[in-house]
């Protein structure tokens, strides 16, 4: 892509109502937009951004078996008042509005309710299970605080997943499928060191849930990690009842600020009871199916990468979700000349940005490559053509080098 014909316009200046890491350097790179508080619409850069992160989700989805559809947002009362969660009370962060003859409904801040009154329809028999469906689709949550940017929004995307299972031993052995293919996902977006699979409220039916936290001082939970096992408890849960049944060392376990990016969780029967989803088994009885649900905030994924991966002169994007592999600037007359090397990096199939712009002035693109955190740079100038070369510069040093353009494709 080239700036000349792009969206793209960075900031000089970090915004001043910005309180976040991630919020401050998305928008001056001009990733995100805040609309109002704790509301944030992608740019096109952003959204490259955004779909590389659910590419990924997606990808591991699939591999285990997970097949994608897409729920509706608008919610009808009726479903959610037979599991007694259409109440404030019982969920505090509803938006509800009303039609033109006054019936209210709800914007959809989770899906369990709608999910499993459909499937009733769709399955009836031991052959119909196991089923697991997952979709990313919006979530409206009137969040008390929206400080963190990305981190937590009013409006946001959510992979949410749910298994539907014949028995707690099948659910139990996706649950233990899902925990992997998460584990997985969090290594492949770049917080695998730094995502910690965490033991927390398990609700009605399991003693536990598991969340997977990335450190970080940005977040807003609290964990006990055990460093040496990779395994932490959630200050909700933390208790020496819990310790012992974990199998944990109080004295090992270290406090830590963190974000929750992903959580799994069964859900058992309680809303296939209420919501009449059950099936008739092998023989013949009838039996509720067995529920878990598994989401991923793909947004907060992506304000936690900016708020991990970055120094003072801005974001450094990890390959797998870079908007673009390649920051592509020609000085002077070096630009006729890098007008050709994007054309044969775009035939190459590199996902490459041509700061093609005349307004901007070399000192001004330099820093626009790094603010926008691309994991390469190349320069073609006067001084490269005379050497038959290219400047390359990863994003993560300070060194340049010249290479010959051959070469390139092979480094990147
Ligand atoms: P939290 O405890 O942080 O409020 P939650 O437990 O309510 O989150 P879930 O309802 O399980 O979260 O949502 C699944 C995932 O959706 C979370 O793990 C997180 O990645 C993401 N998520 C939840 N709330 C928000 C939000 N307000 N903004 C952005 N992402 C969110
Ligand atoms: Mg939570």
Not at 253 to 272: A, C, D, P, Q
């Amino acid at each position: 892509m080239k700036i000349s014909e792009s969206l793209i316009k960075t900031q000089k200046h970090t915004a001043k109502d910005e309180t976040s890491r991630n919020a401050q350097l998305l928008t001056q790179g001009g990733f995100i937009y805040k609309n109002m508080a704790g509301v944030y619409s992608y740019t096109p850069i952003g959204l490259r951004v955004l779909n590389k992160i659910m590419g990924i989700i997606r990808e591991e989805m699939d591999r285990i078996g997970a097949q994608e559809l897409f729920l509706a947002s608008l919610q009808d009362p009726q479903i959610w008042e037979k599991t007694e969660r259409w109440s404030d009370e019982a969920i505090d962060v509803w938006f509800k509005t009303r039609l033109k003859n006054e019936t209210e409904i709800g914007l959809a801040t989770t899906h369990e309710e709608p999910l499993t009154e459909m499937l009733s329809h769709f399955i009836g028999s031991y052959k119909d299970l196991p089923r697991y469906l997952y979709q990313f689709q919006t979530k409206f949550r009137n969040e008390l605080r929206a400080k963190s940017g990305l981190m937590r929004s009013r409006e946001f995307i959510m992979k949410d997943l749910y298994s539907f299972s014949r028995s707690e031993a099948e659910l139990q052995e996706f649950y233990d499928q899902v925990i992997l293919a998460y584990s997985t996902i969090f290594q492949r977006l770049g917080l695998g060191e730094k995502t910690i699979i965490t033991y927390a409220s398990g609700g009605s039916f399991s003693d536990f849930s598991h969340e997977f936290q990335t450190l970080t001082e940005a977040g807003e939970d609290t964990i006990y990690l055990d460093e040496e096992k990779g395994l932490a408890i959630n200050k909700e849960v933390y208790s020496d009842e819990v310790i012992t049944k974990l199998g944990l060392n109080k004295s090992r376990l270290v406090e830590r600020k963190s974000v929750e990016v992903g959580n799994i969780f069964k859900l058992g029967t309680r809303f296939s009871e209420t919501l009449g989803l059950g099936f008739t088994d092998e023989d013949g009885r009838k039996k509720p199916v067995v529920m878990g649900s598994y989401g991923i905030g793909p947004g907060r994924v992506m304000g936690t990468i900016a708020e991990l991966h970055n120094d003072d002169q801005g974001l450094i994007w990890p390959e797998a979700v870079t908007p673009f592999q390649v920051y592509l600037i020609g000085l002077d007359t070096g630009s006729i000349e890098a007008e050709k090397i994007y054309r044969q990096l775009l035939e190459s199939g590199v996902e490459v940005l041509f700061d093609d712009r005349d307004s901007a002035s070399p000192g001004e693109k330099f820093a626009d490559a790094d603010l926008l955190g691309i994991p390469y740079r190349v320069v073609v100038s006067p001084k490269t053509i005379k050497e038959n070369s290219i400047e390359l510069k990863s994003r993560q040093s300070s060194e340049t080098e010249l290479i010959k353009f051959s070469e390139l494709l092979e480094r990147i």
